[in-house]
T-cell receptor, first 111, second 114 residues
Framework: QKEVEQNSGPLSVPEGAIASLNCTYS??????FFWYRQYSGKSPELIMS????GDKEDGRFTAQLNKASQYVSLLIRDSQPSDSATYLC???????????FGTGTRLLVSP | DTEVTQTPKHLVMGMTNKKSLKCEQH?????MYWYKQKAKKPPELMFV???????INESVPSRFSPECPNSSLLNLHLHALQPEDSALYLC?????????????FGSGTRLTVV
């Protein structure tokens, strides 16, 4: 079992729709969870962090965490073509010594 | 200053060359990281420095040699690399290891080994 699993996609959504990105992780000691956006040829950019079970909203982005199910998700409302990128899920390991990145989900938002 | 600066942006080197990658941050962060990213793959951790001391080496071959001269600067010395080492090398920093903050990444150095 991989440490962090994401559907590689591509996930195709029309402009204005909700994009739902999912991630499961294996380290039960993970306490902090991050979502990064990476445009092709660019470096990862932090867009959301979540530490407690439940939902956390920031603008068009909502992160959801369920530690019992070892599941974290990212919702993007009113998706825009500029949201087209690879989204990387990154839980911390136990003790937060490092971030472990999932394989990423490629999102394509069509006009 | 909220940036991590990496130089050079692009590097082409032969298998017998010695070169260095440089990373600098002035955010007062005490943890710095080197990641390697191949095309269509996630970043893979190579090294972690905490308070200028190496705290994690993810079994990286000795042809990669990290150095942290001070709290703002991180180098990666390269020697006798192989073509399969061609990748995007990313530097990142965070407030400290063990703290619940995400990393800030530099723009990366795209390395090609010929």
């Amino acid at each position: 079992q991989k440490e962090v699993e994401q559907n590689s996609g591509p996930l195709s959504v029309p402009e204005g729709a909700i994009a739902s990105l999912n991630c499961t992780y294996s380290d039960r000691g993970s306490q902090s969870f991050f979502w990064y956006r990476q445009y092709s040829g660019k470096s990862p950019e932090l867009i959301m962090s979540i530490y407690s079970n439940g939902d956390k909203e920031d603008g068009r982005f909502t992160a959801q965490l369920n530690k019992a199910s070892q599941y974290v998700s990212l919702l993007i409302r009113d998706s825009q073509p500029s949201d087209s990128a690879t989204y990387l899920c990154a839980p911390s390991n136990t003790g937060f010594q490092k971030l472990v990145f999932g394989t990423g989900t490629r999102l394509l938002v069509s006009p | 200053d909220t940036e991590v600066t990496q130089t050079p942006k692009h590097l082409v080197m032969g298998m017998t060359n010695k070169k260095s990658l440089k990373c600098e941050q002035h955010m007062g962060h005490r943890a710095m990281y080197w990641y390697k990213q191949k095309a269509k793959k996630p970043p893979e951790l190579m090294f972690v420095y905490s308070y200028e001391k190496l705290s994690i080496n993810e079994s990286v071959p000795s042809r990669f040699s990290p150095e942290c001269p001070n709290s703002s600067l991180l180098n990666l010395h390269l020697h006798a690399l192989q073509p399969e080492d061609s990748a995007l090398y990313l530097c990142a920093s965070s407030q400290a290891v063990g703290m619940d903050y995400g990393y800030t990444f530099g723009s990366g150095t795209r390395l090609t080994v010929v």
